[in-house]
């Protein structure tokens, strides 16, 4: 572990206060720009996104999908009794691999010679931090703190607490329940709720919306109920009230028992100790305020990643390479197409903004017209892109097998302004789920 200190009197090019994704880049990234550089981090490298959140849920994911491709066995002529499934091993396997990414992470800053604190940061001004009493000085400030589940509020009863878990505690649990309440229908809810049922847990999700995934599309949010449904899970929606008690969740008068409940009510930003010192300002929604340069109000001080609205691994990444070339002197405004992927089952993906004109031309296409979904039995999606009058692709959803690989191809056509005749000009190899996009061409006139 690296934990170079240097003596107060230097001044670091930049401090990082937050070792996640975001921090992570923005160090490394300052580094190969000849910049020096001190990376605070509190508890481990990755953040949230390696060792509590992304890595290990889309591990368990993976080990899912093993066994629900055993189930499927049938429809290739494999009829498997599964009689032990070691879910503790599930569990066990989801934090080896965060801990090796993690170490993977601490390994790549090592190779730049990254200096590392591991330590609780405290924001002196602008030009200082402290961590353990020992101050560092530094010309620019980046913060990187990230975010944590927001928790329920005035929960006093032991009974109830002890049933109670955030999304980042799921690790901890040395087995997993039989069957769960999840409040929350958004992102990280729908993931646990596929998640949940594909391993044979009674589960419900309950929304104070009128559909879960409600930020997105209908048509993802109407497929994944469908899927969920279809499988056993029980989704309750609009609901207004609900009561935990020690047996589960009361709705309306009727108790739906679990022995745990998962609360997936969203997020709230980190700041670290000190902040107030500086005077940032903050969107409506808590978020420190950027400028299109990723620039705070005060001058010499960056915010990156979930701090700053970035609530994506790969935006906050994105993020910390794009500060860091700012800082060394490369002045372009932060733009890219992002991406989002839910990792349910099926994946969702998505890209651009759906926002239809008169003018505006919508492609649609079923799974079950491609032909490797037909060979593998994973004929269970669609892919819908929208175009502007001029051809381009605008925007897109994906819902199916290798959703998140796929969308990346209409991401490049949104960056560089692609008509989607130019997309399809690419010779998509055969037979691959890529050749989606070749059935959307019936709608295209020459």
């Keep these: 572990m690296n934990t170079y200190q240097k003596k107060s009197k230097d001044i670091y090019d930049v401090i990082v206060i937050g070792g996640g994704p975001a921090g992570v880049s923005c160090a490394v990234e300052c580094k190969r720009r000849g910049l020096s550089v001190l990376l605070i981090e509190k508890k481990k490298l990755g953040g949230v996104c390696t060792n509590v959140g992304c890595i290990p849920t889309k591990t368990l994911k993976a080990s899912c999908e093993v066994l629900q491709i ?17 879910t503790n091993r599930f569990i ?43 101050i560092f000085r530094c010309r620019n400030l980046v913060i990187a703190t990230g975010t944590r589940p927001r928790k329920l509020r005035n929960i006093s009863k032991p009974d109830i607490e002890n049933m109670i878990i955030y999304p980042d505690e799921f690790w901890s649990l040395k087995e997993f329940p039989k069957s769960v309440v999840i409040l929350g229908g958004g992102v990280i809810g729908s993931e646990f709720a596929s998640l949940c049922t594909t391993l044979g847990i ?48 009361v709705v309306n008068g009727t108790l739906y028992r679990a022995e745990k409940v998962i ?56 993020h910390g390479k794009h500060v860091a070339r700012l800082i060394a002197g490369h002045r372009d405004k932060f733009k890219i197409v992002t991406p989002f992927v839910i990792y349910t089952y099926p994946e969702i993906a998505a890209t651009g903004i759906k926002k239809i004109e008169p ?7 079923e799974f079950k017209e491609n032909s490797r979904a037909m060979v593998e039995a994973r004929t269970n999606g669609v892919v819908e892109v929208i175009l502007d009058k001029h051809g381009h692709v605008k925007s897109a959803i994906i819902i199916g097998h290798y959703a998140g690989e796929l969308i990346s191809y209409l991401c490049l056509a949104i960056l560089n302004k692609l008509s989607f005749r130019d ?24």
Excluded: W
């Design 70 to 86: 055993a189930r499927e066995g049938k429809y290739h002529g494999i009829d498997l009794d599964i009689k032990n499934i070691d």
């Design 263 to 318: 609360v997936a009510i969203g997020r709230e930003f980190v700041f670290p100790e000190g902040i107030e010192n500086l005077g940032l300002e903050k969107n409506p929604n808590g978020a420190i305020k950027t400028n299109e340069y990723l620039e705070t109000n005060i001058p010499g001080v960056y915010a990156i990643g979930d701090i700053a609205n970035g609530m994506y691994a790969h935006v906050a990444t994105a």
């Design 423 to 446: 997309l399809c000009k690419h010779q998509f190899p055969h037979p691959t789920y890529s050749e989606i996009f070749n059935s959307l061409e019936k709608y295209i006139k020459d």
């Design 92 to 134: 066990e396997r989801a934090k080896e691999v965060a801990a090796e990414a993690s170490k993977q992470l601490e390994d790549y800053c090592n190779q730049y010679n990254v200096e590392i604190i591991y330590g609780s940061a405290k924001i002196i001004s602008k030009e200082s931090v402290e961590v353990d009493q020992k």
């Design 202 to 249: 009674t589960t419900y999700v309950i929304d104070t919306h009128e559909r879960i995934l409600s930020a997105l599309d209908p048509l993802a949010s109407d497929f994944l109920t469908n899927s969920l449904t279809t499988r056993g899970c029980t989704i309750l929606t609009s609901v207004k009230e609900s009561a935990i008690t020690p047996e589960g969740v």
């Design 359 to 365: 003018t505006d031309k919508i492609l649609f296409a």
